[in-house]
Each structure stands twice: as C-alpha cells, then as structure tokens.
C-alpha cells in the first residue's frame, strides 16, 4: 500500500520537493551572501568587539533589507497542501471510481486511508521543519544587528517572516491539509473541492493573522513629545498614538487644540507648550519574547482545527462514500 501511494502521488510529492529545495536554495545563497560581506567591511569583527557598528550595519541594511521580500509572496505556502495533497486524495479515487477497486483488495478502507494520510502528513511536517530551521539561520544576522541596538526591519516577528517560522508554518500545512481532504471527502469532485479549501483557508488565515498579535495582551510603551518611546527593536509594533500626562488616550486634535496659539490670522502650535502640558507618544506592541507564545496558541488553534477535519473527512469516507 505504501508503495502504490507513492506511484499514485508521487508528481504531487516531487514537486513540492522541487519548490522546497528551490526555497532552501534561496536560503543558503542569500546567507551566505550576508556572512561574506559582514566579513568583508569588517562587521563581524565590530560587533564580536561590541563596537559602535551604526555605519556598517547602515551598509548592511541598506544591500540586504530586501532580500526578505519574497517571503511575503509564500505567506500562503501551507495553502498548497491543501490545494493540491488535500482536495484530490479522495474526491479524485470517488470521482474516477478507483476507490471500489481498492476497496474490493484486502486492505480495508481504514488502513488506505490511515496510509495516504500518514504520508502527506509526514511530508508536510518534515517540508516545514526544514523551511522553519533554514529561515531560523538565516536571519541570525539580523538578530545579531539588533541585539547591538543596530536597528533592522526584518525580524521573527513580522508577519511574513512569522508565518513561515516555529511551528505555525508546520500547523498551518496541515490545517490546510485537512481543510482540502475534508472538502473532497464531501464534495467528491476535485476542482470544486480545491476551490472550497481556498475559500475557507483564506476565511480563517487572513483574520488569523490579525488576531494572533492580540492572543496575549499588548504591551503600550509612552515616551515625552518629540522622542520616541522605549520600543525594542525587535518589537512588533501594532499601532502608534498620543497619551495625556496620565497615559490616557487622547486624540491628535485634543492634543493640537491645549497648545494652539494665532498671529497675524495664522494659527500654529508651540512645541514647548505641548512637552510641558506632559503629552506623550505612545507605541502599543508586542515583544519579541513572547514570539514562542503567540506560536503556540495559533499553532494550537489550527492543530485543534486539523484533527477535526480530518476526523470528518474520515467518518465520512469510512462510514458514507460507497
């Protein structure tokens, strides 16, 4: 059985092998692009010597910032599984009628399924833990620069570099996954049933992934008008505001409105006026120390989600597909 899943789905596995080596490529190329030119202006040695690093790390940035920007464009990588392993598992064996031919052998229709979902399953985990691990390597420079206070715009915490990191990017494969085996089982047609999955996958993965960074409570940073608050740089930060002497919220009109002054029919406002009165900048964020938490619960909450789609989808394969 193992081997006739492998000669029925073996397209579908080598070419996403294909796309993950073409990922790794991507990878190891850009990283060791990175290491040879911190080598080369001497960055390494500033910061192994704790050194003020602002102008190389500037020169840095300013070559490899954008090297993160296709991972915007794989934010929606885990929906593959589903798309392509999870839709036709089923729907394609019900809507030739191969399924009666392998259901009339001595395996029964329990162990079939077992297998075939075993595989994806199995080569879904492994796709994302090599993704997770190389991603992980692969910022360690950025880590390093902002460890030293060298500032950055690429860390574990943004969106695009979340999604693909931990364990989310591993839970998110198999939620889709099941979301496309669950939606064949049921439809029994494969081309309606992939277009289910990309409908309810994006339903849950786009409020996902604005929900995720209020799954624990943010935290507010206030600073004195005309200095920024005391944010990490490693930091996600959700939103920025204005605060009274008290830190309350208050408006920027409020705010416009204590320390406006007028001459010669020009109205305008005194800075000095607005530091005194005590208004503050504030910055609402989420540290980077809670990057493991907020992992955990949305991986829980597609785990859970998973598991149950893959029961329906096996409940009615068993007991109803005939």
Excluded at 8 to 25: D, F, M, N, T
Aim: charged content about 10%.
């Amino acid at each position: 059985m193992i081997a006739l899943t492998w000669r029925q789905h073996r397209a579908q596995l080598l070419v996403a092998a294909a796309l993950i080596l073409a990922l790794s490529g991507y990878l190891l190329v850009t990283r060791h692009q990175m290491a040879s030119y911190m080598t080369g202006i001497g960055l390494d040695a500033c910061l192994a010597r704790h050194g003020t690093c602002g102008v190389l790390a500037g020169a840095f940035f300013s070559r490899f910032a954008s090297a993160s920007q296709p991972f915007s464009l794989l934010d929606l990588l885990p929906l593959l599984a589903g798309l392509f392993w999870g839709a036709p598992l089923i729907a394609r064996e019900t809507e030739r009628g191969t399924h009666r031919l392998a259901w009339t052998q001595s395996i029964s229709r329990g162990r079939w399924l077992t297998i075939k979902l075993a595989a994806f399953t199995g080569a879904a985990i492994t796709a994302a833990a090599i993704i997770a691990l190389l991603l992980a390597w692969w910022l360690h420079p950025f880590d390093q620069l902002i460890a030293v206070g060298a500032g950055g715009n690429v860390n574990r915490m943004t969106p695009s570099v979340f999604d693909l990191s931990g364990t989310v990017l591993a839970a998110s494969a198999l939620f889709a996954f099941a979301l496309g085996t669950a939606a064949g089982a049921l439809i029994r047609r494969t081309v309606p049933a992939m277009a289910v999955t990309l409908g309810a996958y994006l339903a849950v993965w786009l409020p996902l992934g604005s929900l995720r960074y209020h799954f624990v409570t943010p935290l507010t940073a206030h600073g004195p008008f005309g200095s920024a608050p005391p944010v990490p740089l490693s930091a996600y930060v959700l939103s920025n505001s204005y605060a009274d002497a008290s830190g309350h919220p208050i408006s920027f009109s409020t705010m416009l409105a204590a320390c406006q002054t007028s001459h010669d029919g020009q109205t305008g406002v005194r800075l000095s006026c607005l530091a005194a009165k005590g208004f503050q900048f504030s910055t609402t964020y989420q540290p980077d120390s809670r990057f493991w938490q907020i992992q955990g619960i949305e991986s829980g909450i597609l785990l859970v989600a998973a598991v149950t789609l893959i029961g329906i989808g096996a409940w009615w394969t068993i007991q109803r597909v005939n």
